[in-house]
């Protein structure tokens, strides 16, 4: 039970919790990871025999963090200690991790959430939107992404090595565990009203965005690749429809401002690519993000040399189309010129430098990202 000044509401989750495991002959403890209490739920913990176990880095998930380093048991299980869970189903969870799940979600939604037990903007608006984002990017089932109670086997717990501090520690949980392939089953279960007098810990706004923000830093799919793509094959579309001359359909023309509107939409889509691998690539390295068994492959592919010479060729040929229309400045005296015609040139060729020139600096990022990796596989002395 991680416990932030749960003096109201501690006893009650103790007991509830030895009930089911006396009621179920469970061989148990009962852990409190206390985060710097200071309305002495320590004495409560103690008094009605818990384990205390003091966490003196502040947040949810590093309290959750500190009780599981200290349990010792073969499975663990979490729930807050506010009573909004109910102690008294935990059995069933034991139950699933017995029968093989590596992790057990408890789902509110499947369940019943009590008459004031959830704001109507939690129920209808957060953990729905945060869900559905988290299955739609992590391919998993889950319906309730931030159940407080659940449970674990203790190897597979370890395996996931999670680091986050705070509230989205509930999130990094399932995550790790739906791309590692872990065997993750949901148990229906009853959500109450809090018993105590005080506001949540929680604040809706600032733990909201920290999830959203979590997911989407771990998923540059979504958040980075497929828009990058979008845009890139949006601008090279338009820009071959304008290239060579307007393009009338109706009564409309397209024409070099199109040109100019798709050089950006390239621009903007190619740094959506390339930034997106980077961004992988840091995740797989400092083991924030799930592994990538492909991310070896294109490492290997994308050599910081073939990334200058493809960097080089793009933005050279980029300085070609730009002296090229330089070159046609000088014929006319270096007097006005007609933009519909020179235009086009000057425009394909500064995008052409500017993508070139990303991809050079590109390759010096992925390549700084790879140096761990690569000195890891193979002695870098004997090549
Ligand atoms: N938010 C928060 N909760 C903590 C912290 N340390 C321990 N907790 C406990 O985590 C549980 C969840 O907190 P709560 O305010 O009920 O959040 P909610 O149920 O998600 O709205 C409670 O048992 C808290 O006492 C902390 O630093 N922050
Ligand atoms: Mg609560």
């Not at 200071?38 to 004495?43: A, C, L, N």
């Not at 691998?277 to 799930?290: K, M, N, S």
């Not at 006319?332 to 007609?338: Q, R, S």
Request: proline residues 5%; charged residues 20%.
């Amino acid at each position: 039970m991680p416990c932030l000044d749960e003096a109201e509401t501690l006893a009650g989750c103790i007991q509830a919790a030895r009930e089911c495991i006396q009621g179920n002959d469970l061989d148990a403890e009962i852990i409190v990871a206390d985060n710097g209490s200071r309305d002495g739920s320590q004495e409560i913990a103690e008094r009605e025999g818990a384990r205390l176990v003091p966490v003196s880095e502040r947040g949810y998930g590093s309290a959750l963090r500190g009780g599981f380093a200290a349990a010792r048991g073969r499975y663990v299980l979490m729930g807050d200690a506010d009573l909004s869970y109910d102690f008294g189903q935990a059995h069933l969870f034991v139950e699933r991790l017995r029968e093989g799940a590596d992790l057990v979600m408890g789902s509110r939604f499947r369940g019943r959430i009590e008459p004031g037990a959830m704001p109507w903007h939690h129920r209808w608006i957060g953990n729905p939107v945060l869900s559905f984002v988290g299955r739609l990017f992590f391919r998993t089932r889950v319906s309730d992404f931030h159940c407080g109670l659940r449970a674990m086997r203790r190897e597979a717990y370890e395996s996931l090595g999670l680091r986050t501090t705070g509230m989205e520690f509930a999130s990094e949980m399932v995550v790790k565990a739906s791309v590692r392939g872990l065997r993750i089953e949901e148990v229906p279960i009853t959500l109450r009203p809090d018993g105590r007098s005080r506001p949540p810990h929680l604040r809706s706004w600032r733990d909201g965005w920290r999830h959203l923000r979590f997911l989407m830093l771990l998923s540059p799919r979504w958040t980075l690749l497929l828009p990058g793509l979008a845009a890139l094959f949006l601008g090279l579309l338009l820009g071959a429809i304008v290239a060579i001359g307007p393009f009338v359909v109706g009564g409309i023309t397209l024409d070099v401002h199109t040109l100019v509107a798709s050089s950006l939409l390239v621009l903007i889509g190619f740094q959506g690519v390339t930034t997106s691998v980077a961004v992988r690539l840091y995740g797989v390295e400092e083991e924030v993000g799930p592994p990538a068994p492909w991310i070896d492959r294109v490492s290997r592919a994308i050599t910081l040399e073939r990334g200058l010479i493809l960097g080089f060729a793009l933005t050279l040929s980029g300085f070609g189309l730009v002296g090229y229309t330089l070159w046609s400045w000088a014929q006319e005296g270096f007097g006005p010129l007609d933009v519909t015609v020179t235009l086009r040139p000057m425009v394909i060729g500064a995008t052409l430098v500017a993508v070139g020139v990303q991809a050079l600096l590109m390759s010096f990022v992925y390549s700084m990202l790879g140096l761990k990796r690569e000195a890891g596989h193979g002695s870098p002395a004997s090549r």
